[in-house]
């Protein structure tokens, strides 16, 4: 490999990185709003259950 087949290699690599970021933090969004809606959930079942 040439050393421009290395730089080009290495800036995929750092594009990719940055890419896993942005997935990464796109993940942890969508987890703390599914766990945001699992509470609501919770929430408003508890609400619905009658009191006897």
């Given at each position: ?23 990464r ?28």
């Amino acid at each position: 490999m040439t050393v421009d087949t290395n730089s080009l290699i290495l800036e995929q690599l750092r594009l990719i990185r940055k890419e896993i970021a942005v997935l990464r933090k796109t993940v942890e969004s969508a987890d703390n709003q599914m766990r945001e809606l699992e509470y609501r959930m919770i929430q408003t079942q508890a609400a619905a259950r009658p009191c006897y």
